[in-house]
């Protein structure tokens, strides 16, 4: 009896041990096989901006040269400069099948505003460019220089348009008021369709829009810029002066990179880093750097953190000294 006894006792330690390595395998094999679900790629902004073409540009090429093993599907939740779409990724905390594309108001709308997030609530994967807004009128509108436009708002109050409450566009409105001693009034927009159709309409007088949002309007001559935010002119587009060809030093550039929810794993933030810098290396993605008018910039991992803290205290403090509110 004893003996019988015994050897159940052994059979069942064995069985157990087995059953646990049985158990780890799974799980190392599970982590091994990453990706292997539907990603969800978050858009926080509507169709037709600067947010949602890069995001579906970074989709077709992940597609196009087979870099994803399963779907990405694309998904516009906007609302509250980013607060909508960026809230929904940050509450999929360790969930490695949801992304997101950042912008300015990835930055700024928790510096303005209590979303429930900030950049620290999600996994930083790579920034692939940096973007400038160009300063655009009606063809038929009155003003023809930066300088027009300075001078009329020092005895008018002009309204100015931009996507974003408290977006580049915002900022770089607040400094001009500030520095020049402008009457601006600054509305702001959820997504480029509606902030064009603000200038079309005559609702604007002027608006700050990012170069691919506009670049048919400028093209078709319905539109027509006055002046660029970026370092140095558009190839495109030589003849727009920049602000600082104009005497006026200010440049806010936005952050467009890839970014995961909070706490995923490294094996997972790696796979992206490593994945992101294909993309980097593709004809497609240089293409779409030099038609959208972007300034081609990557920093992965770590580095991309370390710009986002760094921005994230340097829009904070413009922003305070501006005293920029909702």
């Not at 603000?198 to 002046?227: C, H, K, W, Y």
């Not at 933030?269 to 030099?290: F, N």
Request: with cysteine; net charge negative.
């Amino acid at each position: 009896m004893k003996k019988l006894l015994y050897f159940f006792v052994l059979f069942l330690s064995v069985s157990l041990i087995m059953y646990g390595c049985a158990q780890d395998g799974e799980s190392a094999s599970s982590e091994s096989e990453y990706p292997s679900e539907e990603m969800e790629l978050t858009i926080a902004f509507g169709p037709g901006g600067g947010n949602d073409l890069m995001a579906r540009t970074l989709v077709d090429i992940i597609e196009q040269h087979e870099l994803y093993p399963e779907s990405i599907v694309p998904e516009n939740k906007d609302g509250g400069s980013g607060a909508v779409g960026w809230g929904y990724v940050a509450n999929q905390k360790e969930d490695p099948y949801h992304m997101s594309t950042t912008s300015g108001s990835f930055i700024t709308t928790p510096l303005q505003s209590e979303p429930g997030w900030t950049y620290e609530d999600f996994t930083p994967i790579a920034l692939m460019a940096t973007d400038d807004p160009i300063l655009v009128v009606n063809d038929d509108s009155e003003y023809e220089t930066l300088d027009e436009i300075i001078e009329a708002a020092k005895t008018e109050e002009l309204v100015i348009g931009g996507v974003g409450v408290a977006n580049t566009p915002r900022m770089i409105t607040e400094t001009l008021k500030e520095e020049e001693g402008l009457n601006l009034e600054y509305v702001p927009f959820n997504e480029e369709g509606q902030l064009l159709s603000g200038l079309t309409s005559e609702n604007l007088d002027v608006i700050l829009s990012f170069p691919n949002g506009v670049l048919g309007q400028l093209e078709s001559g319905d539109m027509r810029a006055i002046a660029y935010t970026g370092e140095e002119r558009l190839s495109d587009f030589p003849d727009i002066p920049t602000l600082i060809e104009e005497g006026i030093d200010i440049t806010f550039p936005m952050p467009r990179g890839l970014i995961l929810p909070g706490d995923v794993d490294e094996d997972v933030r790696e796979w992206w880093i490593d994945t992101m810098k294909e993309v980097a290396e593709t004809d497609e993605w240089s293409k779409y750097i030099e038609e959208n008018h972007l300034t081609e910039k990557q920093l992965y991992g770590d580095d991309f953190s370390e710009y986002l803290s760094d921005t994230s205290e340097e829009f904070k403090n413009i922003l305070d000294e501006i005293d920029v509110s909702d």
